[in-house]
């Protein structure tokens, strides 16, 4: 079946994950820790962070989960801050990471938009953080259509808000592609009819994408010359 439209996951598709978040992570970490090395050490466990390597590992909710979800786990571990608080802190300060693009996107999604495919951001990051990044990026208006877990319409892998792209491109579900670096994506893909592109620019590995993948790449650069094929 011929593609009209290609969705993308934002977190370790769009940007590597491991350059933009690890970072980061160990930034917000310490910040909640306020200089507490117990606090630091249960917070990082709850999210399964390698304080010592400064890198998630890879069973860490943070590389799927929403920021509800990661602020649940945090928040038996910060005193005096619920969930939902904490929540909003992750959407607010995530927001401004600095970001490590996979590809050039700007030229990559241009390349796209001329062949004529509708393209979309589908993440299980908020939609106010998804927007700031690809602004920052320069890309938000190469999108038809930017989704967060926050925006009404469910998280993956859930395929309804996966759905919900379709119904506003306009494009049938067997038409679309929907492109991810976790199980999360690929199976909400493959739940919502579509076609599923795994890349290896997140956590997980070949052999754990490729039992829910049409085709595993190496990163979204390859995906002009595999739809060419």
């Given amino acids: 079946m011929t593609l009209s439209a290609l969705l993308f996951d934002k977190d370790g598709t769009l940007f590597d994950f491991s350059r933009t978040w ?23 466990d709850a999210i399964s962070y390698d304080l010592e390597q400064r890198a998630f590992r890879p069973d860490s909710i943070a590389i799927a989960g929403t920021n509800g979800e990661i602020a649940a786990r945090l928040s038996p571990h910060v005193p005096g801050r619920a969930p939902a608080e904490l929540a909003t802190y992750l959407t607010r300060t ?31 990051d908020g939609e106010h953080s998804a927007r700031r990044h690809l602004t ?14 926050d925006s009404g319409y469910g998280a993956k892998p859930d395929p309804d808000p996966l759905l919900a792209f379709c119904k506003t491109a306009s494009v049938p579900p067997s038409q679309t592609a929907m492109v991810g670096d976790s199980l999360h994506d690929l199976i909400a893909g493959r739940a919502a009819g579509m076609q599923t592109i795994g890349v290896l620019t997140g956590m997980a590995s070949a052999a754990d994408l490729a039992p829910h993948a049409d085709v595993v790449l190496p990163d979204i650069g390859h995906i002009p010359a595999w739809l060419a094929g």
Wanted: aromatic residues 6%; proline residues 3%; charged residues 20%.
């Fill in 94 to 124: 995530a927001a401004e990471a600095e970001l490590a693009q996979a590809v050039p996107l700007a030229p990559f999604l241009e390349g796209l938009r001329a062949e004529g495919y509708r393209l979309g951001v589908m993440t299980n």
């Fill in 136 to 149: 920052r990026s320069g890309v938000l208006e190469l999108f038809d259509m930017v989704i967060g877990a």
């Fill in 22 to 44: 690890n970072g980061w992570s160990m930034t917000m970490l310490t910040d909640l820790a306020e200089g507490n090395s117990d606090r630091l050490a249960a917070l990082a």
